[in-house]
């Protein structure tokens, strides 16, 4: 609708022109915004601002407006309340909400309650076009109103002249209708061509239960029976479809009065307003608020409605059964993060698309959030039904994706829970299926595991744990655990290699297998490496001071896969090592492959920027992870450490010899440093010197040893190097 056009419509409805606004809004930046974007679309307009509740009732008692533009976050007030106040005012007017935020659930609240319309801030462009379309509605509505009204005052009128009555009529915006009392149309306005498509002449005479939709012919019938029986009385109609000429259907709402006890006019007079716009509007609400956006699945709302109504059915019927699968998908991080978020949207539309063809009949597939989908299978009769479906999703994930260009292989870890009396709350349901979807992660890909009592015992462990370790942080709990490295030829200390363990307070030593993992999925881990790594470095440079030339030549600190996702690692790094006092190639850091696991290139530049200053790189556990050599060229090493697995070996079979042998060899085409970790006989330091290897470490040189002890062990040897000398 033109602005022309808004404006005649406005005035032919007694409403002044410029249009008298009511900006509800705390924040001067966003009523300017709302300013400018009226202002450009030519309006001409006046207006008042309120920013509180009392000011703003203050104004609609003192003012006439033809609209109110509301934000719906209001010091001391919300939106919601802000149109009951509007309504209880007595001023019909557009009420619509103009807000930075309004989720789904609220959404569907506002429009409940009766709000025109709402937009979000980031789009005020079409603030015009909204603002227009709900005056011109209002507008519409007064017209069918005060048509309605004449009507009424017509019928009367009609029993003395129907031509007079056929004059108003003709002319109303909606289809007015007079039909018999056996359900024949007796009079169509023009206006049916318009919203139907129908020639008024051709529908004449015709059943009006051939236009009505077959679903809403029963319920329209009986309201009509039901009517017959009043007099001098409009009763609504609600909601009902009728077809149009194109064979599309259109919504409508009516307003019928019984008109049997005129002889001359028998039957009903109805007035039917099209709502189609309104009704699409509010579907698409309910639907987006229990349908995930990406995936168009059910989403967290809707499965947690079906959850709770499953768990009440099977405590009114104990033999209707069900269960829950919780899927997580694997290593989906590792690809998000590698291969960029819209390639992981793509990806988690894929699966979706996967998950369904394991969709039976009855059953509910929903994206529970993130990389987590959730079946709700319905009618079980035993635990093996669900664990056939688990094995289903298993083979439909197995062939790889195409994404990009590229091959992605996926997989699933999934818990599985069924239905018992024990259960009275979705949450709880949830709850176990995600422990045993953690329990199935934990034993490797593409597992499924059942839930177990013993599950939830080891969750809430976990959690505790969890827990306690946070505060282990805090209460410095943690302490740094040195074991040496030696030279296998001399038998001198060369360096150290820095361990973390957790000691609390009357407690024996927790070893770092019962808590790093931990640390590692709840992100602690980062925090943990940079506190060792500081108290590494000035634990060095302290020996340094002390023992000169008799000190560790170097200090070995892990560092977790965790650190490479942050672009500001090298400065991090070098600020702890420069506080200390250490000369940064003092310093050497200790990675894994799975680092080669995500982003090989930001991991590249990261890896030799630290080689740029001089701080060195050593490839830790070499040979139990993907041990792929493509890497070993690419990859700024100094070291690498072969893991202790081959070393305890050692002697025992040709094929594990062999391998020592290569690595060995391996690191002096590459001029690599080669360190042996798991040295524990006095036979396999004769057999690694044989086979190239400079240094080792282990328990037949020393455990891991807190500070103080392995300072005695450094006086020790240097007190052994003096005596030789």
Known sequence: ????????????????????????????????????????????????????????TLKLEENRYDAVLADYRLPGFNGLQALKILQQSGQKIPFILVTGSLGEEAAVACMKAGITDYLLKDRLFRLPNILQRSLEEFALRRQQQQALL???KAEKALRDSEKRFRSLIENAIDIILIVSSAGEFRYVSPSVKRILGYSPNRLKDQPLFDLIHPEDQQRIKSFFNRIKNTTNQSIPISEFRVRTHDNNWVMLDAIAKNLEDDPAIAGFVINCHDITERHHTAQQLRYDAYHDKLTGLANRTALLHELEHAIIQHQ???????????????????????????????????????????????????????????????????????????ERIHQVLQPPLMLNNREIFMSASIGITISGEHYHHPEQMLRDADAAMYRAKAKGRACHEIFVSTMHLSA?????????????????????????????????????????????????????????????????????????????????????QTFQKFAPHFISVNLSPKQFSDASLKDKITEIVDKTGLERQHLKLEITETVFLKNSHAVLGILSELQELNIQICLDDFGTGYSSLSYLHRFPLNSFKIDRSFVIHLGQTNKNDAIVRIVGTLAHELQLELIAEGVEEGYQIEALKKLGYQWG??????PPIDAQAFTLLLEKNRYHVVEKI
């Not at 819209?342 to 063809?357: F, I, N, S, V």
């Not at 805090?474 to 000691?503: C, M, N, S």
């Not at 470490?697 to 020393?702: A, C, D, I, L």
């Open 1 to 56: 609708m033109s602005s022309d056009l808004l404006k005649s419509t406005l005035s032919n409805n007694e409403v002044k022109s410029p249009i008298h606004l009511l900006l509800l809004e705390d924040v001067p930046e966003d009523i300017e915004l709302i300013l400018l974007a009226l202002t450009n679309a030519d309006l001409e307009f006046t207006y008042d601002t309120a920013e509180t509740a009392s000011l703003y």
């Open 150 to 152: 004449e009507q009424q």
């Open 316 to 390: 009114r019927r104990k033999d209707d059964h069900f269960a829950l699968l919780f899927l997580d998908l694997d290593r989906f991080k590792v690809i998000n993060d590698s291969l960029g978020h819209l390639t992981g949207d793509q990806l988690l539309q894929e699966m979706a698309k996967r998950l369904q063809q394991c969709h039976r009949q009855g059953d509910m597939l929903a994206r529970f959030g993130g990389d987590e989908f959730v079946f709700l299978l319905r009618d079980i009769r035993e635990m093996q039904e669900a664990v056939v479906v688990a």
């Open 460 to 544: 809430l462990k976990e959690l505790h744990l969890e827990n306690d370790l946070r505060q282990a942080l805090q209460r410095q709990e943690l302490v740094v655990y040195y074991q040496p490295i030696f030279d296998l030829e001399t038998e001198k200390i060369v360096g150290a290699e820095a361990l973390v363990r957790w000691h609390p307070p009357g407690k024996s030593l927790i070893p770092p297998n019962d808590f790093i993992p931990l640390a590692e999925e709840t992100g602690l881990i980062i925090e943990i490496d940079r506190w060792v790594l500081k108290c590494a470095c000035q634990q060095l440079y302290q020996w340094q």
């Open 697 to 702: 470490q282990g328990y037949y040189f020393s």
